[in-house]
């Protein structure tokens, strides 16, 4: 079972911003499993930690460690 990493992205708004996030860790992350949940600011992925950071931080928001 790969391990799961979990972010905070308290500057992803809307569901546009969802998006933009979900789509920046499918390119970084490819069949990893992703999750992306607007009403509490979490963002959850499968696979390395760093690539899916920095795939957040271009995306445009700022990824906060749980």
Known sequence: M???TIFTVNDMTCSHCVGTVRK???EAL???EISVDLATH???FTGDRAKGEEAIKEA???PEAV
Do not use: F, N, W
């Open 30 to 32: 490819p069949g990893a």
């Open 42 to 44: 979490k963002v959850s």
């Open 24 to 26: 920046a860790l499918e």
């Open 60 to 62: 445009g928001y700022t």
């Open 2 to 4: 790969a391990d799961t």
